[in-house]
């Protein structure tokens, strides 16, 4: 599996062929109940943003999707009954929302709703055909405000097919993102009397968001984890974290989004970085945080280093393998300008990384509630911050299997004010992938960071260590 950019999926030409509900299913779903378990904090957050632009008549673009290649003719009625028995592992997408009387209502629909049948849509010549083809499927069906929130598809061939499914982001996260690949590769094959895995129990999200709330109200102001949050920002001047670059954008103001990606170590040199960082006390992941801290301040002279970053839930209950939008955001901070050495300021990384951690027991939007009310960020709450995520794919189900091996992963690409960072390890190598302001300003600057953090990756991997310098003044 590799995350990479949505014009980067160009599969061999075939008859395209699409998965849709039967209209009986349609019809029940759409006059399924209401059920009280509220969304997530962030499904709400994302309900009342996509609602809003599509007020606005913006183009939908928040999905989410995998795709893979899989050997052997498709066999139509086997993948029918591999979605609808996906759907059912998943009480989550039997889900859909409205917004009523500013209030978000959740919708279940009955599991009678599993029924699935194929629909062949045409074929297509060239990439930019089947680029605008799944662009505007995605953009119109992939949606949380009715049923299905997902589509499934396949580009069908002799010997064998493209697998693609996408989903509103509402209903799906990176990880759940890494698991539905390979189990929808394996529901199909099960059906079809290959041999694969059962996929085990997995919990359900609706559980998930009650039980996110209740959490949520357990931390008062007071609460450590909240201090924390407090602590960081006041040291901070009360700002979320902006890429430390001139991204060529005025304050407010955002660009299309552009995706970079970056092959940053190969996977022996990721082991050799993986070493230094053990020797120095930290884990990989700390070190990770502590090469981009450096970068900051040799390119901008931020002597201390504050990103926020996703940290995954799925460790609150049964959801190892759950389809949902299963994580939380925390602060990362600590020092960088008055270290030495790359393991000094890993150390201290993989400190502020753990603090990192406890300091997530707090769902993020308890913490923004009480530095709202006590005017700790103030107008910085409407900014979306410079986010920064480490992934190690090696650990997913499904790894080294061809469905994960030859899965890719992209996202819908709207508008952005940041370039965030998403690093990621696989058994191949360690790379990343940014979405960044569409503008030359941008472009230059990122290309100049993404090269100076290379190279102190490769400096430490090579060496096991690397020594700090100024090398521009603030700002860059």
Not at 9 to 34: F, K, M, N, S
Not at 275 to 286: E, W
Not at 361 to 388: F, I, K, R, Y
Request: hydrophobic share 40%.
């Amino acid at each position: 599996m590799i995350i990479t950019a949505l014009g980067n999926w160009t599969p061999q030409p075939g008859t395209l062929v699409e998965w849709h509900p039967v209209e009986a299913a349609l019809d029940a779903a759409r006059d399924a109940p209401v059920h009280p378990a509220p969304p997530s904090f962030l499904q709400e957050d994302h309900l009342r943003a996509a609602s809003a632009a599509a007020l606005r008549g913006d183009e939908h673009h928040a999905y989410t999707g995998v795709a893979t290649e899989i050997d052997g003719s498709l066999d139509r009625g086997g993948l029918s009954r591999a979605v609808a028995a996906y759907v059912l592992r998943h009480e989550g997408l039997r889900c859909w929302f409205q917004i009523s009387g500013g209030e978000v209502v959740r919708r279940l629909a009955s599991p009678d709703v599993a029924s699935f049948e194929a629909r062949d849509v045409g074929t297509f010549d060239t990439d930019a055909e089947f680029q605008s083809y799944v662009r505007a499927r995605f953009s119109a069906e992939a949606t949380a405000f009715e049923w299905p929130g997902f589509v499934v598809g396949a580009v069908e061939r002799e010997g064998s097919f493209t697998l693609y499914y996408a989903a509103d982001h509402a209903f799906t996260d990176g990880g759940s993102q890494a698991l539905v690949i390979s189990e929808l590769a394996d529901l199909y094959a099960l059906e079809i009397g290959e041999d694969a895995p059962v996929p085990p129990a997995a919990g359900s999200h609706l559980e998930y968001a009650v039980d996110e709330r209740s959490r949520a109200a357990r931390f008062g102001s007071d609460a450590p984890e909240i201090d924390a949050w407090r602590k960081i920002f006041r040291d901070n001047d009360g700002k979320m974290p902006r890429f430390p670059l001139d991204l060529g954008l005025a304050d407010g103001e955002r660009d299309p989004v552009r995706i970079v990606e970056r092959h940053l170590l190969d996977a022996e040199a990721t082991a050799a970085l993986d070493a230094a960082c053990k020797a120095a006390g930290a884990r990989i992941s700390s070190g990770v945080f502590a090469a981009v801290g450096i970068t900051d301040y040799e390119l901008a002279g931020c002597a201390d280093y504050f990103g926020i970053t996703v940290l995954s839930t799925r460790h609150l209950g049964d959801y190892a393998q759950s389809q949902g939008w299963f994580v939380n955001f925390a602060p990362v901070a600590f020092a960088v300008g008055d270290a030495e050495d790359f393991r000094t300021v890993a150390q201290r990384a993989h400190s502020g990384f753990e603090q990192s951690k406890k300091i997530a027991a707090a769902p993020v939007h308890a913490v923004l509630g009480a530095l709202a009310a006590d005017g700790t960020l103030g107008s910085e709450l409407a900014v979306s911050p410079n986010m920064l995520s480490y992934i190690d794919f090696r650990w997913f189900p499904g790894v080294g299997r061809p469905a994960d091996t030859r899965g890719e992963h992209f996202t819908g690409e709207g508008l952005t004010s940041n370039a965030s960072m998403w690093i990621n390890r696989d058994a191949d190598h360690l790379y990343l992938c940014a979405q960044v302001p569409d503008n030359a300003v941008a472009a230059e600057s990122v290309e100049r960071y993404h090269s100076h953090l290379q190279t102190v990756l490769e400096t430490i991997a090579r060496d096991g260590n690397y020594a700090l310098r100024v090398t521009e003044s603030v700002g860059g």
